[in-house]
């Protein structure tokens, strides 16, 4: 038993040394670099001071917020959207599973920078949706939908979606039918056997899936970049602000540091209520 666990273990090895190798490793370094620079340049105190200071700044604490709160509701729009969607593919005959999957999984065979850019075409004043709604009368002027919060949460909703339903696809799929079908032979009807049987089930891939999608619009870029407006700046965008206009890499460290601090914050209190075991969607033996 003990050496079918070290080889399982070894299975492991090429996917550590590669995380170590691609994120760990640089991160470590920019880190170091960076925050090394920021301690020589003013000490150890006035450094530590320099990014208090920083990190209590309006701006990126308006950041943050912005951060969080567009995440929030990224997350909640793709479970919507994504939960009837999973539970019709976890169903579907091996025609209509295919293509409905084929439909989720081939725009990414494209650029996320293509796909956004597609639909700033689509959303903008002169666009394909703002002609329809104008021309079937529903409104008389065109939308306000791209350069604001309303273009973020769509471009970024389109974008992580995939990641919602493909693991709440993975979570359904394993629920055993057959509850349901005791469920109904005892007496329970449609909305009590799905609220009181099936969506407790599906809970480790909402929660799952919720997670990811939150962890990654937390630190989501170019759908913001180039559907936001002025107003709507995530942190990730003022980290790129400072490394590559004002070259101000100590200050992108402490933001990035913070922005890293409070996803694993989030990760380990999903784990210390959740479990480590809910994420993958098994139990714990």
């Known amino acids: 038993m003990s050496a079918a666990r070290n080889g399982y273990a070894l299975l492991l090895l090429p996917m550590l040394a590669l995380l170590t190798l691609v994120f760990l490793g640089p991160l470590l370094w920019f880190l170091i670099v960076t925050l090394g620079q920021l301690i020589d340049q003013r000490g150890l105190a006035d ?13 990126v604490v308006q950041s943050f917020v912005t951060t969080l709160r567009i995440s929030v509701i990224v997350t909640f729009g793709c479970l919507v959207i994504a939960y009837p969607l999973a539970y019709f593919l ?16 081939v725009p990414y065979f494209t650029s996320v920078i293509v796909r956004t850019y597609a639909w700033m075409v689509l959303l903008g004043s002169k666009g394909l949706i703002n002609d329809a709604l104008v021309s079937s009368g529903l409104v008389t ?14 471009g970024m909703i389109y974008v992580l979606l995939p990641y919602m339903v493909l693991t709440l696809y993975a979570a359904m799929k394993s629920i055993d039918p057959r509850l349901m079908q005791a469920a109904r032979g005892m007496g329970a009807g449609g909305f ?31 759908t913001p970049a180039l559907m936001g407006g002025p107003g709507d700046i995530m942190i990730a965008m003022k980290i790129q602000h400072e490394v ?4 101000n890499w100590p200050l992108a460290a402490v933001m990035a540091l913070a922005l890293l601090v409070v996803t694993l914050l989030l990760f380990f209190i999903y784990i210390a209520f959740g479990g480590l075991n809910s994420l993958i969607g098994s139990e714990p033996e």
């Open 141 to 154: 002027e065109p939308l306000d939908l791209l350069y604001n919060e309303r273009g973020i949460l769509i």
């Open 90 to 105: 976890s169903r579907a005959s091996k025609l209509a599973f295919n293509l409905v999957v084929l439909c989720v999984i």
């Open 244 to 247: 590559e206009i004002m070259l």
């Open 47 to 59: 450094g530590l001071a320099y990014a208090g200071k920083v990190l209590a700044s309006r701006a």
């Open 192 to 222: 009590t056997t799905f609220w009181k049987i099936y969506f407790p089930l599906s809970l480790p891939g909402v929660v799952s899936g919720g997670l990811i999608v939150f962890i990654l619009a937390v630190g989501y870029f170019i």
